[in-house]
């Protein structure tokens, strides 16, 4: 069988079997929602944003859980094709809305969960006319306003540092352009890299003083194995231990395809045993979840 890499494994899956990745796409919410469960208890009261929800797989979830769900997509085709989706066995129909991550249609204080999988790398592109920190920044800044006072914001994202992506970048595809701050890699001449670097990823050190700069405290970064596209495993970063044992957990058979397109691939188990063997898995691991808090009292 050939090998490929993980996130080339979730691309073909979704271009043959948009049915089956969507119905995957449930099991990976489950998973996703008992992981939000344990930070900020029951998710049954409250009110909870997906940003960037693509076809609903996860917003769905979450309302199957009891939540108050409301999914946000930029494309009215993601949108159209999530309420065809079928709705909650035992959970609140959610809502879903057209709209602008970075000028969301919203009131403040208007939910106490927002959750950012796989959307904040891609703000930049958002908003080409400037370096993609500032979209990601003013991303934040309204995901701040419109959370309540102790609401808590889930990040899924990339991690700059991991060495594919040093040598290149995942999504545009540029070679070592994550080896340059993120301003001076937009602003270089467009023939160096044949296009200005719009996406904008950081370290673990680099994405906790994004969210505390937006106004977030309580930062968490967390190690989804073997990425935050299908968590099979999530543990704390900063405890090499129990990225260990998550390794170990994931020695399981998958359950879904899904889940095997998201078992790390061949070298998956030994490299994240490896840096955390180490204490690198904050520096090394492909990928973060981070959980931050709005303050209580402003």
């Known amino acids: 069988m ?7 494994l979730e691309e073909t899956a979704n271009a043959e079997l948009p049915q089956q990745v969507w119905l995957d796409g449930i099991e990976r919410g489950k998973r996703v929602a008992a992981f939000m469960s344990k930070i900020v208890g029951n998710l049954g009261d409250k009110t909870i944003l997906d940003l960037g929800c693509a076809t609903g797989g996860l917003t769905l979830m979450l309302a199957d859980e009891g939540g108050y769900a409301v999914g946000l997509d930029s494309q009215l085709t993601n949108v159209l094709e999530a309420t065809k989706r079928e709705l909650p066995e035992k959970g609140r ?3 879903f809305v057209q709209g602008d991550a970075i000028q969301l249609p919203f009131r403040r204080n208007a939910f106490d969960v927002i959750l950012l999988s796989g959307l904040l790398e891609w703000m930049g592109f958002a908003r080409p006319e400037a370096p993609p920190k500032d979209a990601q920044l003013e991303t934040l800044e309204q995901v701040h306003r419109s959370l ?16 594919k992506f040093l040598a290149r970048s995942p999504h545009q595809r540029l070679p070592f352009a994550m080896l340059l701050p993120s301003r001076l890699a937009w602003t270089l001449p467009g023939w160096v890299f044949g296009d200005k670097v719009h996406e904008c990823l950081h370290g673990h050190r680099g994405l906790r003083r994004l969210l505390e700069t ?3 405290d309580r930062v968490e970064i967390h190690i989804p194995l073997f990425g935050y596209h299908f968590p099979r495993e999530i543990a704390k970063g900063d405890d090499r231990r129990a990225v260990l044992a998550a390794v170990e957990r994931t ?23 490896l840096i955390a063997a180490l204490g690198l898995q904050l520096w090394l691991a492909p990928a973060f979840i981070a959980v931050a808090r709005k303050p209580k009292k402003l």
């Open 214 to 216: 937006a106004g977030f």
């Open 93 to 95: 129909i959610p809502a």
């Open 2 to 8: 050939e090998r490929h890499t993980t996130y080339e």
């Open 251 to 273: 020695r399981r058979p998958a359950r879904s395809r899904l889940e095997r397109v998201a078992s790390g691939g061949r070298w998956g188990r030994a490299w994240f045993s």
């Open 148 to 163: 309540s006072p102790g609401g808590y914001v889930f990040v899924g994202i990339e991690n700059r540092w991991f060495p």
